[in-house]
């Protein structure tokens, strides 16, 4: 899949290249089988020569804390952006980021700014490229809000696409088929301390709530129109319910942990046994937010 040929050119171009890698080293579920390649790109010029010389059948990973991959592995390239896609810098009221930053590096720098708008980040995990593919956020408070403009790769064609162009929605950005490189916020000046509250309100919610020292990927579904996911499975007396390694968080429905050892076929297991109980009792169809890699 990748040449000699090509591994040199990719290395001379600063990337770093790695054969069977085990994926469960880059996830917050610690779970997942080797790529064939993972693939580290520092800069566009890299990225460039990337896109030039190898056909496209990769994926794009950030922080993976909202991914699942398989126990076999990936058959294919797993690719990650770093270095030079790490850099944030600030105009006035406007946050230039990479998409290799993480979100939280992001909101410290608005803080300090006196920028306001990204108080919904505040204690989620990953980069700024996985935020916006997803549309990260609360319920009802998303990312996208504060999103001026994105630059992104549909291989060799480059593209600053405004906001108005883009299809945001809960958890949807309407991305797919290219690398999201750097993504521009607008916020808004405000001296009057708020905003920390705001954020450290948020993050007080999240240390009760949320089983955040085991392996997790946030919540497994997201909410049907009107109702709380977390909610519907904890009716449905599937909390504590276990899988091998894998098991329903007592703390929060929505969310499964690895307790120890689990495998990817373990959650699933237990995302079908959710997605059938929620099925029969309420008669609601559960969508997953976590995206399960084949
Ligand atoms: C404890 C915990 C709490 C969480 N709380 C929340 C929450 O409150 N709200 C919420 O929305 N999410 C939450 N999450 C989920 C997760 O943190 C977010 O979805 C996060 O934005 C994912 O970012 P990432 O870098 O880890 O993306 P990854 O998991 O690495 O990737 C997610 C998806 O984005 C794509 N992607 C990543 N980077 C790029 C890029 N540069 N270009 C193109 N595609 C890309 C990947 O291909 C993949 O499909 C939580 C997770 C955990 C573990």
Redesign the pocket.
Known sequence: MISKDTAYKLTLAGCKILRREPLSKYC?FRIGGPADFFIEIPNEQALFVFFKNVPANY?????????LFPDKGYNGIVLR?TGDFKKISVLEDEISSG?AAL?SNVLQVALKNDLIGLECAAG????V???V??N???RDKWVSAVVKSVEVYENLKKELINKEKMDFNY?KSG?TD???TRVNFSLKKDTKNGSLKEVSKNIQKRLKT?P?NIP????IFKNPDGFSTGKLIEEAGLKGKRAGGAQISQMHGNFIVNTGGAFSEDILTLINLMKEKVKEKFNITLETEV?IIE
Do not use: W
């Open positions: 917050s994926i794009v990973l950030g922080s993976g804390t909202n991914v952006l998409s979100l989620i995990p990953g980069t490229g996985g935020a593919y997803g990260t956020g609360s958890r991305f290219c690398v999201i949320q955040l997790n990927a946030g919540s995206k």
